[in-house]
């Protein structure tokens, strides 16, 4: 039998190749479950939203700071407060109620997540690799935006289709509650 040769891309390139995988793969990690948990109580859990939040308010802080242009600085410091906001409006509207306001208020909840995950993690990437995102090709950014939002909808029909592959008993074991429509073990 006789090996192929298989060239190996040059050894700048790899390098270059390397973060755009780590950050794909970073991004993927931490959106999945809030998209699964989505799919399988039709809710997202409170603690995904509050880890969002400390998250986008530590990123917040830094952007304020940042030797960047008002304007850059300002659109950024906006979509980085939308965690913040909600949960103002927790404290604010009573969601016991059935009305437009606890429709708004739960509306706000999927913007902070949809919106929020991918945001306030790009601009972490790019306060942790400032050189990253500048250097990207525009294609790189959208095959990282797509593979993740890809994982993202399948994990919301992973979780919308949980009763399939999984039991109530996983559920259990692995500390979760058990979801509506879960197949008793």
């Known amino acids: 039998m006789s090996e192929i040769d298989v060239p190996s ?3 700048g390139r790899r390098r270059r190749d390397v973060p755009t995988g780590v950050i794909m793969v970073g991004i993927a990690v ?3 479950w809030p998209a699964f948990t989505l799919g399988a109580w039709h809710e997202i859990f409170f603690d995904d939203i509050l880890a969002l939040w400390a998250a986008a308010t530590a990123a917040l802080a ?4 940042e030797h960047r ?3 850059v600085r300002l659109v950024r410091a906006l979509v980085l407060l939308l965690p913040s906001a909600w949960v103002v409006l927790n404290f604010v ?3 016991r109620t059935a009305d437009l306001t ?3 208020l739960d509306l706000a909840a999927f913007a902070v997540v949809i919106v929020g995950i991918p945001f306030t993690l790009w601009v972490l990437v790019t306060i942790m690799w400032p050189d990253f995102a500048g250097g990207l090709a525009g294609r790189t950014k959208w095959l990282i935006a797509g593979v993740v939002l890809a994982i993202v909808i ?7 289709n949980q009763a399939h592959f999984l039991t109530c008993e996983d559920f259990v074991v692995s500390g979760n509650s058990e979801p509506p429509g879960c ?3």
Request: charged letters at 5%.
């Open 69 to 71: 242009p008002v304007g």
């Open 183 to 185: 197949t008793p073990g």
């Open 30 to 32: 931490i959106a999945w």
């Open 62 to 65: 830094f952007v304020l700071v």
């Open 154 to 160: 399948v994990s919301f029909l992973l979780g919308w």
């Open 93 to 95: 509207v009573d969601d």
């Open 9 to 11: 891309p040059p050894p």
């Open 102 to 104: 606890a429709i708004a």
